[in-house]
Nanobody, 127 residues
Framework: QVQLVESGGGLVQAGGSLRLSCAASGRTFSSYAMGWFRQAPGKEREFVAA????????VYADSVKGRFTISRDNAKNTVYLQMNSLKPEDTAVYYC????????????????????WGQGTQVTVSS
């Protein structure tokens, strides 16, 4: 089992940047595929980015491709989401997720592909 704690959210103007962090407990962080999702008020939770447990394969939602970068530091048990050129439509609660099922370079994009979730961190982008 793994516990996830997100940080780094806040209020930023359009065009600005934020870096989210997700710290994981436990000694087997490197065996988890990691993902970031977001949920805006009145909307369903949507996929943002994910990184595989092996070889660091990354996948992104079309809406953030070229602006967001996911990375992981297995020595620090942490996954990051660097968000640049932020837009008001990026405003949401951002959640970190982890799952140990997916091996190799597989990374699920659906929320039900992940077993473990953090509590979320609010990102607000003003126009």
């Amino acid at each position: 089992q793994v516990q996830l704690v997100e940080s780094g959210g806040g209020l930023v103007q359009a065009g600005g940047s934020l870096r989210l962090s997700c710290a994981a407990s436990g000694r087997t962080f490197s065996s988890y595929a990691m993902g970031w999702f977001r949920q805006a008020p009145g909307k369903e939770r949507e996929f943002v980015a994910a990184i595989s447990r092996n070889y660091g394969r990354t996948v992104y939602a079309d809406s953030v491709k070229g602006r967001f970068t996911i990375s992981r530091d297995n020595a620090k048990n942490t996954v990051y989401l660097q968000m640049n050129s932020l837009k008001p439509e990026d405003t949401a609660v951002y959640y970190c997720a982890a799952d140990q099922t997916w091996g190799g370079i597989m990374v699920p994009k659906a929320p039900d592909g992940y077993d473990y979730w953090g509590q979320g961190t609010q990102v607000t982008v003003s126009s």
